[in-house]
T-cell receptor
Framework: NAGVTQTPKFRILKIGQSMTLQCTQDMNHNYMYWYRQDPGMGLKLIYYSVGAGITDKGEVPNGYNVSRSTTEDFPLRLELAAPSQTSVYFC?????????????FGPGTRLLVL | AQSVSQHNHHVILSEAASLELGCNYS??????LFWYVQYPGQHLQLLLKYFSGDPLVKGIKGFEAEFIKSKFSFNLRKPSVQWSDTAEYFC???????????FGAGTILRVKS
């Protein structure tokens, strides 16, 4: 199993450009998550999904959109990139059952908005 | 809202020194607790987790953590650190049956050889 994979690894965007960060998991996990990591701030939840077709906002959703058309894929869309979205983005997945759940993380996408 | 507090943002130790990283959380109900580690340039990896049972949890690479419910704490320990333990360590908490993992700000550990 590859686990959680993310593409691209690194991207530079100009202000106002859009892009999609890809995330795929091959563990048949039902839950998937997007976080952003900023220095000294830990990880903040952007969006999550509890299954195909179901998504919900996390702590910092503004400026982002998600979709979940399949169990495996959970892309994150930035419509109008802003310098405040410069960050490292991590996707995670988990199998949610019986109150015990462990999230597994992808390698991250480093995004720089200039 | 839940919050997680990690007491030290930067810790510098010499090899063979003992390590204890503090973690406190604010939620009063039943929680699942985690420590993740992020080595330089890598993604987060699970170090250990607590769901229930023995409050002293052993993880990979000689790490352990103790859940003290009365203190809302889940401190990470290692008796003797190695240079390869240089990394950033994150404590995280999830309400039982919840779906949101709340992270602390992280502690950067640097081990001098």
């Amino acid at each position: 199993n590859a686990g959680v994979t993310q593409t691209p690894k690194f991207r530079i965007l100009k202000i106002g450009q859009s892009m999609t960060l890809q995330c795929t998991q091959d563990m048949n996990h039902n839950y998937m998550y997007w976080y952003r990591q900023d220095p000294g701030m830990g990880l903040k939840l952007i969006y999550y999904s509890v299954g195909a077709g179901i998504t919900d906002k996390g702590e910092v959703p503004n400026g982002y959109n998600v979709s979940r058309s399949t169990t495996e894929d959970f892309p994150l869309r930035l419509e109008l990139a802003a310098p405040s979205q410069t960050s490292v983005y991590f996707c995670a997945s988990s199998y949610h059952t019986s109150g015990e759940e462990t999230q597994y993380f992808g390698p991250g996408t480093r995004l720089l908005v200039l | 809202a839940q919050s997680v507090s990690q007491h030290n943002h930067h810790v510098i130790l010499s090899e063979a020194a003992s390590l204890e990283l503090g973690c406190n959380y604010s939620y009063g109900g039943t929680v699942n607790l985690f420590w993740y580690v992020q080595y330089p340039g890598q993604h987060l990896q699970l170090l250990l987790k607590y769901f229930s049972g023995d409050p002293l949890v052993k993880g990979i690479k000689g790490f352990e953590a103790e859940f003290i419910k009365s203190k809302f704490s889940f401190n990470l320990r290692k008796p003797s650190v190695q240079w390869s333990d240089t990394a950033e360590y994150f404590c995280a908490v999830m309400k039982i049956y919840g779906n949101k993992l709340v992270f602390g700000a992280g502690t950067i550990l640097r081990v001098k050889s």
